[in-house]
């Protein structure tokens, strides 16, 4: 199994900008689909996750200006970044629960991150 995550980039404070992660290889289902970020100095930290069944999650930081969404048929989830602030800069991963076959408990997978900047 393995993440693609993109989207990320420079934006001025203020702006928006979408990040995409598509999953891909051997998947029965996808149990939670989710965004991390890590800032340099910093601890990975939760922004948004969103199970399959059952209630969306935002880091305080993320509520109200971020949204988390999944495209199940595509295996992609996506996290809409608006009124971007120079904190919010760091390497943004997505992270997935997966299940290869029926009965699998799932295991995490990992995308390779990608840089948002956020500076004038």
């Known amino acids: 199994v393995q993440l693609q995550a993109s989207g990320g980039g420079l934006v001025q404070p203020g702006g928006s900008l979408r990040l995409s992660c598509a999953a891909s290889?051997?998947?029965?289902?996808?149990?939670?689909m989710g965004w991390y970020r890590q800032a340099p100095g910093k601890q990975r930290e939760l922004v948004a996750s969103?199970?399959?069944?059952?209630?969306?999650n935002y880091a305080d930081s993320a509520k109200g200006r971020f949204t988390i969404s999944r495209d199940d048929a595509k295996n992609t989830v996506y996290l809409q970044m608006n009124s971007l602030k120079p904190e919010d800069t760091a390497v943004y991963y997505c992270?997935?629960?997966?299940?290869?076959?029926?009965?699998?408990?799932?295991?995490?997978?990992w995308g390779q991150g990608t840089l948002v900047t956020v500076s004038s």
């Open positions: 992270d997935a629960v997966v299940s290869r076959f029926q009965g699998d408990p799932g295991y995490v997978y």
């Open positions: 290889g051997s998947i029965f289902s996808i149990n939670v």
């Open positions: 969103m199970p399959t069944r059952g209630r969306t």
